[in-house]
């Protein structure tokens, strides 16, 4: 549904004015006839002797419509980026970044509070963050090297939704997201109804927050939105901080150039951050140079290629 313009554009119109919730009755108004047409011809919709019905596949969606619609919106936006500014793009990082919306949707600096409009400013992006870890973490939480590990770090751990992951599978693993303010009052407010007691957020700027201790500490597409010589000092921190025996995990997308582009709208969502994502060989190299012994790296495909480059300080 979102790799096509009709289908995308569709669902959009339909979340956003609430159809599926005034379905079967009082049902669509004539102005969604165009609405109605697509969703039904896509499998969406079904006709019943009541009225139009979401399709069970379609209700099955719906049962995470939050997730659904963060979906759907940023990958319009990001699909309108690529469309109007791929020209700009090949004119360098910068061209882009200048006119494309993207990079004004992850309003980083807004969730340095938490004031009422800050969290306001700051749920639609984690929300977006968020519906991804859902999809990511049950695939990648098993290739985190943190047998033996007891005190988890997670940089820009975002609303805990891998934490909790890596907590499910590492019974006696403790976790500390650590995370701008905004957004570990969004994950405090994600986890209030079913609520973990080993993992805790650290409200803060992981460059000026004392790090709490930790024999693991991860990074989960972070670094790619980091300059290499922020990225780098982030790996030299982390690899100071631990104590012998502890490991460093960075969990990145990989670089586009090492493998074939995905086709669909969908992969626009990944497109504009193409410039930004590294090869694991560029991470490895600065953990060995910060004197880490690496580990075998591990790699699973979901949108991309998700590459898990960890090392081990030694004893
Ligand atoms: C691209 S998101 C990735 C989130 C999460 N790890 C995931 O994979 O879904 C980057 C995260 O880094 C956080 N972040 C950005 N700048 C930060 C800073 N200075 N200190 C701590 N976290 C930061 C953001 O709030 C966001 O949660």
Redesign the pocket.
């Known amino acids: 549904m979102l790799d096509e313009v009709p289908a995308l554009s569709a669902l959009r119109a339909a979340l956003h004015h609430r159809l599926f919730d005034r379905l079967p009755a009082p049902g669509p108004r004539p102005e969604e006839a165009w609405t109605v047409q697509i969703l039904s011809e896509r499998g969406a919709l079904r006709a019943t002797d009541a009225g139009w019905r979401p399709s069970p596949p379609m209700a099955e969606l719906l049962r995470a419509r939050e997730d659904l619609a963060a979906l759907v919106e940023f990958t319009a936006l990001a699909a309108c980026d690529m469309l109007r500014h791929g020209p700009a793009l090949s004119s360098g990082v910068q061209a882009f970044q200048s006119r494309a919306e993207t990079f004004g949707f992850f309003r980083?600096e807004r969730?340095r509070g938490t004031g009422a409009a800050q969290i306001e400013d700051t749920a639609p992006w984690v929300a977006y963050?968020t519906a991804?870890?859902r999809r990511?973490a049950p695939v990648l939480a098993p290739l985190m090297p943190l047998e033996g590990c007891t005190r988890l770090l997670e940089?820009?751990?975002?609303t805990g939704?891998?934490a909790e992951a890596l907590l499910a599978r590492h019974r006696s693993l403790h976790a500390t997201v650590?995370?701008?303010p905004a957004?570990c009052q969004l994950g405090r407010a994600r986890m209030k109804t079913a609520p973990e007691p080993r993992l805790s957020f650290l409200p803060?700027?992981?460059?000026d927050t004392a790090w709490p201790e930790a024999d693991a500490v991860l990074f989960?597409?972070?670094l790619h939105?980091w300059a290499p010589e922020e990225a780098r000092g982030f790996l030299e921190k982390a690899a100071m901080h631990l104590p012998p025996g502890g490991r460093l995990i960075v969990c990145e997308r990989g670089a586009l150039a090492d493998e074939p582009i995905p086709s669909g709208l969908a992969a626009a969502a990944n497109l504009v951050f193409g410039p930004f994502y590294r090869p694991p060989t560029v991470y490895r190299g600065w953990m060995e140079a910060a004197g880490l012994r690496p580990l075998p790296p591990l790699s699973a495909r979901l949108d991309m290629t998700f590459h898990v480059t960890a090392a081990e300080k030694p004893a």
């Not at 940089?155 to 975002?158: E, F, S």
Request: cysteine-free; hydrophobic content about 45%; aromatic content about 4%.
């Open positions: 980083y969730a963050v991804l870890s990511e940089i820009g751990g975002n939704v891998m650590l995370d701008l957004v803060g700027d992981a460059r989960k597409s972070v939105d």
